[in-house]
């Protein structure tokens, strides 16, 4: 089972970034699919980006172009680069196994108009 924590979370302005990170425990990180999903309040929480465990990414139409997902198999450590955010992008971010619905506890984002 993997263990999951993310991090870099934080307050920001309209059209500012921020980078989060996902670190992984467990030897098996580099075989698995990875996410991020995010929960705004008094929402259904989304998936917002993925990525293969070769390096394949999708993302929904609410990020692309602004949010890049990436990984590090040899650091067990996930990232996403959010630009341009929004304020719609305020959330509560999780990352984890999309497949296996294992997420970890969450880092949140607060963009400011």
């Known amino acids: 089972q993997v263990q999951l924590m993310e991090s870099g979370g934080g307050l920001v302005q309209a059209g500012g970034s921020l980078r989060l990170s996902c670190a992984a425990s467990?030897?098996?990180?580099?075989?698995?699919?990875m996410g991020w999903n995010r929960q705004a309040p008094g929402k259904q929480r989304e998936l917002v980006a993925v990525?293969?465990?070769?390096?394949?990414?999708n993302y929904d139409v609410s990020v692309k172009g602004r949010f890049s997902i990436s990984r590090d198999n040899a650091k067990n450590t996930m990232y996403l680069q959010m630009n341009s955010l929004k304020p719609e992008d305020t959330a509560v971010y999780y990352c984890?196994?999309?497949?296996?619905?294992?997420w970890g506890k969450g880092t949140q984002v607060t963009v400011s108009s």
């Open positions: 984890g196994v999309p497949r296996s619905n294992s």
């Open positions: 467990g030897s098996i990180f580099s075989l698995l699919a």
């Open positions: 990525i293969t465990s070769d390096g394949v990414t």
